[in-house]
């Protein structure tokens, strides 16, 4: 049978409470900017918000005036959403925990990921929300995905318990070698003649 191929995420919709707290929260909180609204198409009871997370796709948020905020935390039961990552720069990823205590949002604090550092809250839905820092840049022509399952196969064959550092480093070694042509004698094929 035939795939359907994704080409990436087109949004993620989620339900929100008024349309205040998500204004504040993903616009406010987050810097995503609201785009626009308009009615959700399959619920007339409820308001479709629109907001871009900085990279061109959405996250729309179904709210209703009659909804309040519950922080309880989201269900994490099979088939539910555990947590939703956004990527940040470095800069900002090392502002994010005087940023978050300003506005006195409770936190984990930096966790090291081996290959990225995260900080995990929650929205004021219950919401498990991640920010993300890649500690690395993919090489011109290669996207983070690349280099991770390059850093992936070199951890797995070193019998290592996790992307570290290291396996990032020789990983974008081993695109670049294999996506950039060289003159020198190493890399160079031989003369045939």
């Known amino acids: 049978m035939r795939k359907l191929q994704s080409q990436g995420v087109h949004h993620i919709t989620l339900v929100g409470a008024d349309r ?24 007339a009871s409820e308001s479709h918000l629109y907001f871009d997370p900085g990279d061109g796709r959405l996250i729309t948020i179904f709210t209703d005036e009659n909804r309040k905020p519950d922080p309880s935390r989201t269900p994490t039961d099979i088939g539910c959403v555990h947590h939703i990552a956004f990527a940040v720069s470095r800069a900002t990823f090392q502002q994010a925990v005087e940023r978050l205590n300003e506005r006195e949002i409770s936190h984990s604090g930096v966790k090291d990921r081996g290959f990225m550092d995260s900080i995990y809250f929650e929205d004021p839905l219950g919401l498990l929300i991640e920010l993300a820092s890649y500690r690395f840049e993919p090489p011109a022509g290669h996207t983070h995905a690349a280099v991770l399952m390059e850093a992936h196969q070199i951890r797995v064959a070193r019998g290592d318990y996790a992307i570290a550092e290291v396996h990032l480093a020789d990983a974008i070694e081993a695109l670049m070698q294999r996506s950039r042509p060289t003159l020198s004698a190493e890399r160079a094929p031989k003369n045939p003649y």
């Open 20 to 43: 205040q707290t998500s204004i504040d929260f993903w616009e406010g909180v987050l810097g995503m900017p609201f785009i626009f609204e308009q009615p959700n198409l399959d619920r």
